[in-house]
């Protein structure tokens, strides 16, 4: 009986083991998933930075005195893709009314 006995207390011990294991990393999980959350919003705060910076430069070329004909057209062009972005965010706008 004593080896059946000291078996039950291998696999108890072992047990306690296993869940002390499994809560260590539950914590690490949500410490990690915690510091995910953190580097995507810091991310998207870079990647809006990026975008503010690279309309910043697009325009101090545009407003360059001496704009060739080519940056000309490459401007008529941004202000088109905008004012095309414009419009399909109203009528976005405009169907969830």
């Known amino acids: 009986m004593s080896a059946l006995q000291s078996h039950i207390e291998r696999i108890e011990e072992k047990l306690k083991t296993v869940l002390s294991r499994h809560q260590s990393l539950k914590k690490e999980n ?7 959350v953190k580097s995507e919003e810091e991310k ?3 990647v ?11 325009m101090l070329k545009s407003s360059e005195g001496n704009s060739s004909k080519a940056s000309r057209a490459a401007l008529e062009k941004r202000i088109n893709a905008y004012v095309k972005e414009i419009d399909r965010c109203i009528a976005l706008l405009g169907d969830q009314a």
Do not use: P
């Not at 809006?48 to 697009?58: C, E, V």
């Open 30 to 36: 949500e410490k990690l998933k915690k510091q995910l």
């Open 44 to 46: 998207e705060a870079l």
């Open 48 to 58: 809006d930075q990026l975008k503010q910076s690279a309309l910043q430069i697009s």
